[in-house]
C-alpha cells in the first residue's frame, strides 16, 4: 500500500515539473517573440531615419552645387560684362586718340603753310589769259592795299631778294624768292618795300615785306608763285598747291 502511495506521488511530481517546464518554456518563446519584434520596430525606424537624412543630405549638396553654378555662371557674366564694358572704353578711348590725332595732324599741316597775306580778295588766278603777260599768267594775284603785310607761306632760305624782280625782270617789281625743304619756291612780287635778303632763313609766318605796285601791275595787289626751281617759267598752279597743303583760299 505504501509503495502505491509512493507510486502516484511520484507520477504526480513529475507531472508537475513538466507542466513547468513547458509553461517556462511557453513564456521564454513570447518573451523572445516580443523582442524580436522591438528589435525590428527599432532597425526599421532607424532605416527609415537614415534614409530621410540621406536625402536631406543629398538634397543639401545638389542645393550647394546648384548654388555653387549658379555663382559660377553670375561671375562669367559680371567678367563678360566688364570686358565687354572694357572693350567699348577700349574702342572709344583708341577712336578720340585717332581723331586727337588727325586734328592735330591737320593743325600741324594747316600752320605748316600758310596763305602770303591774311586779309584779300583773289583776282587774277594762275594760267588766265590777258594783255599784261607775254603769255598765260604764272601765279595768283591777291587784292590788297599797299602796305599790306606779306609773310612766308612756309619756312625756307631767301635765294632772292630785290628790285628787278629779284632777277627775273622788271615786269614783277620787287621781288623775294625763298627755297622750301621739299624742293618748291614761293615767289612774292609787286612788293613796295623788301625786308628780308638772299641767304637769310625765314620762318612760316614771318614778314618777309610789304605789298606794293610796282613792276607791271595795273593796281595794289601782291603777286604769288610756286615754283619748282627759284627761276621764271617753272611755275606750278599756286592755289591748288595751298590748298592741298592745308591753306583755305
Known sequence: M????????????????????????????VALGAGVAVAADTTAASGAAA???????AQAEAAKVQAAKAEKAAKAEKAAEAKKAA???KAAAAK??????????????????????KSYQLSASYAANGGMWASKHSGQDYAIPTGTPVVAVHGGTVVKAGGNGAGDGP?????????HSNGKYSQ????????????????TGQKIALS???GNSSGPHL????????????AINPATFLRANGVNL
Open 96 to 117: 578720340a586718340a585717332k581723331a586727337k590725332k588727325a586734328a592735330k595732324a591737320a593743325e600741324k599741316k594747316q600752320a605748316s603753310w600758310v596763305s602770303p597775306v
Open 171 to 179: 615786269a614783277y617789281g620787287n621781288a623775294v624768292v625763298i627755297k
Open 188 to 203: 612774292y612780287a609787286h612788293l613796295s618795300s623788301v625786308n628780308v635778303q638772299a641767304g637769310q632763313v625765314v620762318k
Open 51 to 57: 534614409a530621410v537624412q540621406a536625402q536631406a543630405a
Open 2 to 29: 505504501s509503495q502505491r502511495v509512493t507510486s502516484r506521488s511520484s507520477r504526480t511530481s513529475q507531472i508537475r515539473t513538466r507542466a513547468a517546464v513547458l509553461a517556462a518554456g511557453l513564456g521564454a518563446s
Open 212 to 214: 606794293g605796285n610796282t
Open 223 to 234: 603777286h604769288f608763285e610756286i615754283r619748282t626751281s627759284p627761276n621764271y617759267g617753272t
Open 87 to 89: 572693350e567699348v572704353r
